[in-house]
């Protein structure tokens, strides 16, 4: 009696467990999900986005989804109105889940073990790394650190006056800054020496640390055959559509029209935060 939550926050489970706390006097965080929360905290922080996210299905024509739902299992329906009518206009739609969802009866459901959502992704990604080969090299050089050198400790190159991270150009055949507008002639892979130091492009030493994990080994955790492993790695990889555009608005993007959504199921198992990060390596 006379206790004031404010009514405004929260979903009313959140300000339930609020009075809960208050009434019983304990000290202990139940009025969120706390700093133990495998989406909030350790993808958000440590990745710099979560896995929790609405796929922009209005262009996409492949779209995998994993840990959860793309709207109907979660009771969205803005979310459920965009699949359908994705679903409608031909979208390929692949549902990595234990159970056959209502999502997967829509569209083709992939069964794995629970927990196990990891080790699928790594093998997904080596395939396409190591077997397909074919890349969006554009987005690697221009919107991530896939060609920043790495020294033999897992640091940074840096240039000994600006301290600038640095990466190689292929055609000059020289060290340059992160910060150089040639991005179309830097290098992803190979080895180069500056100043001493040994150097791989990041893209380079993920490439090489993922071969270990084939399709044959995943067979072991996910139950997924091999072949279905390649198979959905060469199908998202020939419906990206790498190096096409699409005008929106009279404005004119890159057209990579497939989607690897990896939601909160897969994040809250032992190694979630990391099946998330490899899946946003699949995106990139």
């Not at 997904?124 to 080969?133: D, K, L, R």
Request: hydrophobic fraction near 35%.
């Amino acid at each position: 009696r006379g206790l004031v939550v404010n009514e405004s926050f929260g979903s009313k489970e959140t300000r339930l467990r609020t009075y809960f706390q208050r009434a019983s006097g304990t000290p202990n965080m139940v009025g969120s999900h706390g700093p133990t929360c495998s989406v909030h905290y350790a993808s958000n922080i440590v990745q710099g986005g979560g896995p929790v996210s609405t796929p922009d299905l209005t262009y996409t024509d492949y779209h995998i989804t994993q840990g959860r739902t793309c709207g109907p299992n979660f009771a969205v329906p803005p979310a459920s109105r965009r699949l359908t009518a994705a679903l409608e206009r031909g979208m390929k739609f692949i549902d990595l889940d234990p159970r056959n969802s209502e999502e997967g009866s829509k569209g083709e459901w992939v069964p794995i073990r629970p927990g196990n959502d990891l080790a699928f992704n790594l093998a997904m990604a080596n395939v396409m790394m190591n077997e397909i080969g074919k890349i969006d090299e554009w987005f690697l050089k221009i919107r991530t650190n896939a060609p920043y050198l790495i020294d033999p400790n897992g640091d940074y190159v840096r240039d000994p006056e600006s301290n600038k991270p640095l990466m190689w150009n292929a055609v000059s055949n020289q060290a340059v800054p992160f910060d150089d507008p040639n991005t179309a002639d830097l290098a992803l892979e190979g080895e180069f020496t500056v100043n001493g130091v040994v150097g791989h492009p990041a893209y380079q030493l993920i490439k090489d640390e993922f071969k270990q994990y084939t399709p044959e080994w995943q067979e072991q955790f996910t139950t997924i055959p091999a072949a279905k492993v390649r198979e959905i790695a060469n199908d998202f990889v020939n419906a990206a559509r790498i190096g096409s555009t699409i005008v929106i608005d009279g404005f004119t993007f890159p057209y990579r029209p497939v989607s690897f959504n990896n939601e909160r199921g897969t994040a809250d198992h032992k190694g979630g935060t990391y099946a998330d990060l490899v899946t946003k390596i699949i995106n990139m």
